[in-house]
């Protein structure tokens, strides 16, 4: 089945360590995008790529970093610089469409990320 | 600047009513587009409906319909006849024509009781 994945579900982590959140998908989308979750609010971009090795920041991308090598993939990196991590991180990805126009967004499951 | 306004933080109605979740938004693009998204308590947004600013009707499907007012900015969600599997937390969302962002509002939580 097509989709979007994102490993793990659940992420524990240690101040002062960085830790890699997975996102995969196979729906040959062309962008994709890096949202954070606090409760009781919306969704806020951290970082989106539109193709291969090329990405940009979004409005919350302090403490993180991502990599776009493969069209499937785009891994980010927590670091220890991001100072409240905690949170739900989604995912999502969208294809170009031919006629233009912006197309809708699939997300994946989420990775809730908590710093002990 | 873009921006997207819910209002309504959180809405609890019974089963069978009928309810209406708000959205305002701002932007200076003539060309735009505008998603609503629910989130179940799994926390995957599923698409309900993407909607571009020349296209002002109203659209039904089911029990979901949406009312886009380019003269007051709203692109306001009803769900007919609620039912409990509704209880999710909704948002709507603008995307300019221009560039690949999406702004999102902070969305307002349904809770259907039976």
């Known amino acids: 089945d097509g989709g979007i994945t994102q490993s793990p579900k659940y992420l524990f982590r240690k101040e002062g360590q960085n830790v890699t959140l997975s996102c995969e998908q196979n729906l040959n989308h062309d962008a994709m995008y890096w949202y954070r979750q606090d409760p009781g609010q919306g969704l806020r971009l951290i970082y989106y790529s539109q193709i291969v090795n090329d990405f940009q920041k979004g409005d919350i991308a302090e403490g993180y970093s991502v990599s776009r090598e493969k069209k499937e993939s785009f891994p980010l990196t927590v670091t220890s610089a991001q100072k409240n991590p905690t949170a739900f991180y989604l995912c999502?990805?969208?294809?170009?469409?031919?006629?233009?126009?912006?197309?809708?967004?699939?997300f994946g499951p989420g990775t809730r990320l908590t710093v002990l | 600047a873009q921006k997207v306004t819910q209002a309504q933080t959180e809405i609890s109605v019974v089963e069978k009513e009928d309810v209406t979740l708000d959205c305002v938004y701002e932007?200076?693009?003539?060309?735009?587009?505008l998603f609503w998204y629910k989130q179940p308590p799994s926390g995957e947004l599923v698409f309900l409906i993407r909607r571009n600013s020349f296209d002002e009707q109203n659209e039904i499907s089911g029990r979901y319909s949406w009312n886009f007012q380019k003269s007051t900015s709203s692109f306001n969600f009803t769900i007919t006849a609620s039912q409990v599997v509704d209880s999710a937390v909704y948002f709507c969302?603008?995307?300019?024509?221009?560039?690949?962002?999406?702004?999102f509002g902070t969305g307002t939580s349904l809770t259907v009781i039976p």
């Open positions: 932007t200076r693009d003539t060309t735009y587009y």
């Open positions: 969302a603008l995307s300019p024509n221009t560039g690949n962002q999406f702004y």
């Open positions: 999502a990805s969208r294809i170009f469409g031919l006629a233009g126009g912006q197309t809708e967004q699939f």
